[in-house]
C-alpha cells in the first residue's frame, strides 16, 4: 500500500491567514491526488482532485499543487468556515488511503 | 443532485456480522459511477474499506478482504456492506460515497458521501 505523511498535524492560524498543508507520498502517484474537508461529526467533503482540480462550488481560496510524491493544498485566505481537518487521498493504486489529516484550529 | 444515506443496526455483538446499507437517490446506482464504503474509527482518519460497481464488480482493501463482502441492489438503487468476525477495532463512523467513472475504472476520489452512520462493536 501506499503511504503518505500529512504535515503539520496540527496547525493554529488566524483568519486572513494564507496557510499551506503538506502531504509527502511513499512512492510517485503523478496526479492521482485527492483534499478533503472535514468538520467535527460532518462527512468528508471534497475540495481538489487530481491534484490541482478544484471540485465544483469549492471557494477559490483553496488551491492544490504538487506532483509525485510531494503535494500541497493551499487557503490563500482563512475564513472562518474553513477551520477544520483536512485530509489528503492518492488514488492512484488499490487499496486508496489517505493521510493521518491535518487539524486547523483557530490561534 | 445525488444523495446517499447509509442505514443498519447501531450495535453489533463481537464476532457478529456488520451489515449496512446505502441508499441512493436523486440519481441511478446503474449510472457511470462506483460505490465506496469508507469508516473512520472515534478520533481517527478515514480508512477505505472497498468499491462496486451496478455490474457487481468489486474492489476491496486487502486488509479487511477476507471479512468484508459489498453488493448492489440494482431494483432497490441501494449497495450494501458485510462485515463479519468483528471486533471492537471496527467501531467506527461508517461512509458510503461515490466514485466518478474515469474510463472504465473507478476514479479514485469520492464527490459525494452519505452523513454516516457509527457501528459500535460491544458485547
Known amino acids: 500500500a501506499i503511504w503518505m505523511t500529512q504535515s503539520p498535524s496540527l496547525l493554529s492560524a488566524s483568519t486572513g491567514d494564507r496557510v499551506t498543508i503538506s502531504c509527502r507520498m511513499s512512492q510517485g502517484i503523478s496526479s492521482y491526488l485527492a483534499w478533503y474537508q472535514q468538520k467535527p461529526g460532518k462527512a468528508p467533503e471534497l475540495l481538489i482532485y487530481?491534484?490541482?482540480t478544484l471540485q465544483s462550488g469549492v471557494p477559490s481560496r483553496f488551491s492544490g499543487s504538487g506532483s509525485g510524491t510531494d503535494f500541497t493544498l493551499t487557503i490563500s485566505c482563512l475564513q472562518s468556515e474553513d477551520f477544520a481537518t483536512y485530509y489528503c487521498?492518492?488514488?492512484?493504486?488499490?487499496?486508496?488511503?489517505f493521510g493521518q489529516g491535518t487539524k486547523v484550529e483557530i490561534k | 443532485q445525488v444523495q446517499l444515506q447509509e442505514s443498519g443496526p447501531g450495535l453489533v455483538k463481537p464476532s457478529g456480522t456488520l451489515s449496512l446499507t446505502c441508499a441512493v437517490s436523486g440519481g441511478s446506482i446503474s449510472s457511470s459511477n462506483w460505490w465506496s464504503w469508507v469508516r473512520q474509527p472515534p478520533g481517527k482518519g478515514l480508512e477505505w474499506i472497498g468499491e462496486i460497481y451496478h455490474s457487481g464488480s468489486t474492489n476491496y482493501n486487502p486488509s479487511l478482504k477476507s471479512r468484508v463482502t459489498i453488493s448492489v441492489d440494482k431494483s432497490k438503487n441501494q449497495f450494501s456492506l458485510k462485515l463479519s468476525s468483528v471486533t471492537a477495532a471496527d467501531t467506527a463512523v461508517y461512509y458510503c460515497a461515490r466514485e466518478p467513472l474515469a474510463g472504465i475504472a473507478a476514479a479514485g476520489y469520492m464527490d459525494v458521501w452519505g452523513k454516516g452512520t457509527t457501528v459500535t462493536v460491544s458485547s
Open positions: 487521498q492518492q488514488y492512484y493504486s488499490f487499496p486508496w488511503t
Open positions: 487530481a491534484a490541482s
